[in-house]
């Protein structure tokens, strides 16, 4: 019994391109709604969280639809199409009334980046610039008041003629946070959260390292926070200024929260007929190596769109009033293209037919019951409901401390640890990728539960590890503790979702899919809000790992009553057998 690879390569270009999608979602809607459209950050949230609510009621209905879809192209296959055009004429479609909105801006989005905020003599053309300088102006954007607060620790009408005269050169001379050719500054600023004020830090060479300290010469408190001078300067002054005209002409948010729910609605059709497919093509032993593979596909569409988006330059600072048409148009040819070869490689009902003469072949069903089994739905016996029930709880527990951990650690870093968060996330994840198939294999031999269960023991491991870190810990052993997080979380994740399919028949495979996502959903909508409310009352985000250490540490105890959906682990009939990776 061999896993075929070029197929399961296949049918994962429809997880490459869902994975695609999301990057790229995840990266650039944010940045629209507030940026341009002005939206508080707990406005955004609530319209980021929507995709999560809607897969929750829409998921196990569009997995269950096509558990009963019959067509020559197969049950998924029409899904996929449909779901995949839809979604990427809407998603493109949200550049058109982005640009309508950046139209209304003015001179703060003219030419897209960082030459519409100063032109060659670094004097400000913006409408901050006239709120600095013209005492007539009727109202002052937040960015002047930021301003004045660095130079005088005073508010902007607080000022005297002169002092307003003296903020208005230092904001002019500063250059924001970029040099003239795109260099990083030699000022910093550190923002005291006690006092709500800035200061100029000092910037001296240590062991060959740049640090910055306080303008005595102390080092930096646990109430100061670098600060990035760009960011909170005219970051807040573009966001109110574009909330003001969004409130003049609505219109333009209306037609991009409608597009932007015919978008998610669109890729909620095929979400769950996608992921039914691998098993539908795959014998059941074969899945944890199957979805080890899918899931490297997903991993392979996600990083592309990074690319992408280093490219286009739209993580740059200076770029985040840009036009986003052609990362977007370039992001949405990809998933066609994803698509296409979708279409030209996978043959679903040859497929599925050929798994079931597969498994008749290595004796997992008698013909009868593999013809049966494709069309059949099964009924649950009660143990078997209290095991589905248990894997759904522990999918939920482990989503609640990893996505607690992945939606907070880039502000726990800089606010706990005082350090970088993108190199400790790129080890976790480049740990998780190259362990994908070794544990896919893994599963094969001791069975998926027992490889859930080591998996939680390392991410819970990792966790609790986190909890001692401080800025002054050695970054080795945090990435360690990252990478052993993300070898824990790709043992769990390539092995959980097979589990819960394993329960299943061939007529109710994407139902159950529905209910493996409605369950790691509803976790990644609650603990956003639960894991903010223990830091609130904490006064502090030091509680972030002890909490998800907690929920990913209960997980282990419901994963132990589980006692169906295992794989038996396959024999090989010689020992040079166990290195055969041929498909």
Same mark, same amino acid.
């Given at each position: 019994m061999k896993l075929n690879y070029k197929k399961t390569i296949f049918v994962g270009f429809a997880f490459f391109l869902i994975c695609a999608f999301w990057q790229a979602y995840d990266s650039i809607v944010p940045m629209m709604l507030v940026n341009k459209f002005g939206l508080s950050q707990t406005v955004s949230g609530v319209i980021m969280s929507l995709d999560n609510v809607i897969a929750i009621f829409l998921l196990p209905l569009f997995g269950s639809l096509s558990d009963k879809t019959k067509t020559r192209f197969g049950r998924r296959t029409p899904y996929i199409i449909v779901g995949t055009i839809v979604a990427a004429l809407s998603f493109f479609g949200l550049t058109?009334?982005?640009?309508?909105?950046?139209?209304?801006?003015?001179?703060?989005?003219?030419?897209?980046? *960082?030459?519409?905020?100063?032109? %060659?003599?670094?004097?400000?053309? =913006?409408?901050? $610039? /006239?709120?600095? @300088? +013209?005492?007539?102006?009727?109202?002052? *954007?937040?960015?002047?008041?930021? %301003?004045?607060?660095?130079?005088? =620790?005073?508010? $902007? /009408?607080?000022? @005297? +003629?002169?002092?307003?005269?003296?903020?208005?050169?230092?904001?002019?001379?500063?250059?924001?946070e970029y040099n003239a050719d795109h260099s990083k500054p030699e000022t910093a600023y550190g923002y005291d959260s006690e006092t709500k004020t800035y200061c100029v830090l000092t910037s001296v060479t240590e062991n060959g390292k740049t640090v910055y300290k306080m303008p005595d010469g102390s080092k930096i408190g646990k109430n100061i926070s670098k600060s990035n001078a760009y960011k909170n300067l005219i970051t807040p002054g573009i966001s109110d200024y574009a909330l003001e005209k969004t409130l003049e002409r609505p219109l333009t948010l209306v037609l991009f929260a409608g597009l932007l729910l015919l978008t998610l609605f669109a890729m909620a059709i095929f979400r769950?007929?996608?992921?039914?497919?691998?098993?539908?093509?795959?014998?059941?032993?074969?899945?944890?190596?199957?979805?080890?593979?899918?899931?490297?596909?997903?991993?392979?569409?996600?990083?592309?769109?990074?690319?992408?988006?280093?490219?286009f330059g739209t993580g740059k600072t200076y770029n985040q009033l840009m036009s986003y048409t052609p990362f977007i148009g370039a992001v949405?040819?990809?998933?066609?293209?994803?698509?296409?070869?979708?279409?030209?490689?996978?043959?679903?009902?040859?497929?599925?037919?050929?798994?079931?003469?597969?498994?008749?072949?290595?004796?997992?069903?008698?013909?009868?019951?593999?013809?049966v089994d494709q069309i059949s739905k099964k009924k649950l016996t009660k143990p078997e409901l209290k095991s589905l029930i248990l894997i759904l709880c522990s999918v939920a527990l482990w989503y609640i401390g990893y996505n607690a951990v992945t939606s907070k650690y880039s502000l726990y870093a800089m606010n706990v640890l005082h350090m970088d968060y993108n190199t400790t996330l790129l080890v976790a994840?480049?740990?998780?990728?190259?362990?994908?198939?070794?544990?896919?294999?893994?599963?094969?031999?001791?069975?998926?539960?027992?490889?859930?269960?080591?998996?939680?023991?390392?991410?819970t491991a990792a966790f609790f590890g986190a909890t001692f870190m401080t800025e002054n810990s050695s970054i080795i052993v945090l990435n360690l503790l990252f990478a052993l997080a993300g070898i824990g979380w790709a043992t769990i994740n390539v092995n959980s979702f097979p589990m819960v399919v394993e329960l299943a028949k061939g007529g109710d495979v994407g139902k159950y899919t529905g209910f493996y996502y409605t369950a790691s959903m509803a976790a990644q909508i609650a603990t956003p809000i639960l894991s903010g409310a223990i830091m609130e009352l904490a006064g502090s985000m030091k509680p972030l790992f002890y909490y998800a250490t907690v929920a990913v540490a209960l997980a282990f105890l419901t994963m132990i009553f589980v006692k169906h959906g295992d794989s038996k682990p396959i024999k090989k009939a010689k020992i040079i057998e166990n290195l055969d990776m041929d498909d």
């Open positions: 058109f009334a982005d640009n309508a909105q950046l139209a209304k801006l003015g001179n703060f989005g003219e030419n897209s980046g *960082y030459e519409t905020l100063f032109d %060659a003599n670094y004097e400000i053309q =913006n409408a901050e $610039y /006239n709120a600095i @300088t +013209d005492k007539d102006q009727p109202k002052t *954007y937040i960015i002047c008041d930021y %301003a004045a607060k660095i130079v005088k =620790n005073k508010l $902007y /009408n607080e000022l @005297t +003629d002169e002092e307003k005269t003296e903020v208005r050169d230092w904001y002019s001379n500063i250059n924001a769950s007929p996608a992921v039914a497919l691998m098993p539908d093509v795959t014998e059941k032993p074969l899945r944890s190596q199957a979805n080890a593979i899918i899931n490297l596909m997903g991993t392979a569409g996600g990083m592309l769109v990074l690319v992408l988006g280093m490219v949405c040819g990809v998933m066609v293209l994803g698509l296409l070869m979708f279409i030209w490689k996978v043959r679903e009902p040859k497929w599925v037919e050929e798994m079931e003469q597969n498994s008749v072949k290595d004796g997992l069903e008698t013909e009868e019951e593999a013809k994840q480049g740990a998780a990728i190259i362990s994908y198939i070794p544990v896919g294999m893994l599963a094969q031999r001791i069975g998926r539960k027992k490889s859930i269960l080591a998996g939680v023991v390392m991410l």
